[in-house]
């Protein structure tokens, strides 16, 4: 695993340095994305990125090619959550949640997940158009 690769983008004029948290992610992608909250905090468990790492490998295996996941939604504060109509115990808020979605069917998406320790012990709810993962209590939707 790479780490401490830092490298700088540009957050609402602000630069923030880009930190790798894992082989294929970066801490910016779980930052809030509501609009005068928190300043696009963006705490993460280590569950969960080690768990998305296992997802993205149980899904390239599975389309047999290197097969990227986005991440829609991270870590959202209480105001954003709010916001966004998200339950007050989303596992959103306590970073232990993402919504994500790829070039996969989502339902192929649901699959894959089941075959990953911490999600299958964790919550996976499907959506149209993407998956959430948390590394909280077992429950699907
Ligand atoms: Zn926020
Ligand atoms: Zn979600």
Redesign the pocket.
């Known amino acids: 695993m790479q780490k401490a690769n830092v490298r700088l983008y540009l957050k609402e004029g602000v630069n923030v340095p880009r930190e790798q948290m894992s082989e294929h992610f970066y801490r910016d992608e779980f930052a809030c994305k509501g609009e005068h909250c928190c300043n696009g905090s963006a705490p993460i468990s280590e569950k969960l990125i080690d768990g998305l790492e296992s997802f993205r490998k149980a899904l390239s295996s599975y389309v047999g090619e290197d097969t990227p996941v986005h991440i829609n939604?991270g870590f959202r504060c209480k105001k954003h959550n709010t916001e966004e109509g998200g339950e007050d115990e989303?596992e959103?808020t306590n970073a232990n949640?993402?919504?994500v979605s790829s070039d996969v069917p989502v339902v192929i998406m649901y699959e894959c997940a089941l075959n990953v320790d911490v999600f299958r012990g964790g919550g996976i709810?499907l959506y149209s158009n993407r998956l959430?993962l948390?590394v909280g209590r077992k429950r699907r939707w």
């Open positions: 939604s989303s959103h949640a993402v919504d709810g959430h948390d």
